[in-house]
């Protein structure tokens, strides 16, 4: 499986971003992906994930009502939505598939990742 993330870029405070990544070379098995994020100097911390089947989400409380995640089942996509963004969510943003064990989703074992994008939000 190859995810390929795309969308990131320079926004002032307040702004809006659309993340996308696309999963290609086979159907992702365990139907869970998710999007993570790394700031300068500190480790990966997930950030939302959906359940492809029933398109339960789940997001970091932090980013909760401010970013939101939705997949597109042709193509298998994911896109993150992220509205009013802060300073503070400048980062490296990476997505994932296929969590370990495949019933988790906050969780920072994920088997698949796609290389990441920068987001750049400037006050």
């Known amino acids: 499986v190859q995810l390929q993330a795309s969308g990131g870029g320079l926004v002032q405070a307040g702004g809006s971003l659309r993340l996308s990544c696309t999963a290609s070379?086979?159907?992702?098995?365990?139907?869970?992906m998710a999007w993570f994020r790394q700031l300068p100097g500190k480790e990966r911390e997930f950030v939302a994930g959906?359940?492809?089947?029933?398109?339960?989400?789940y997001y970091a409380d932090s980013v909760r009502g401010r970013f939101t995640i939705s997949r597109y089942s042709v193509g298998q996509s994911i896109y993150l939505d992220m509205d009013n963004l802060k300073p503070e969510d400048t980062a490296v943003y990476y997505c994932?598939?296929?969590?370990?064990?495949?019933?988790?989703?906050?969780?920072?074992?994920?088997?698949?990742w796609g290389q990441g994008t920068l987001v750049t939000v400037s006050s």
């Open positions: 994932a598939a296929e969590p370990i064990p495949s019933t988790a989703v906050v969780t920072s074992r994920y088997f698949y």
């Open positions: 070379g086979r159907t992702v098995a365990s139907n869970t």
């Open positions: 959906i359940k492809w089947t029933t398109g339960d989400t």
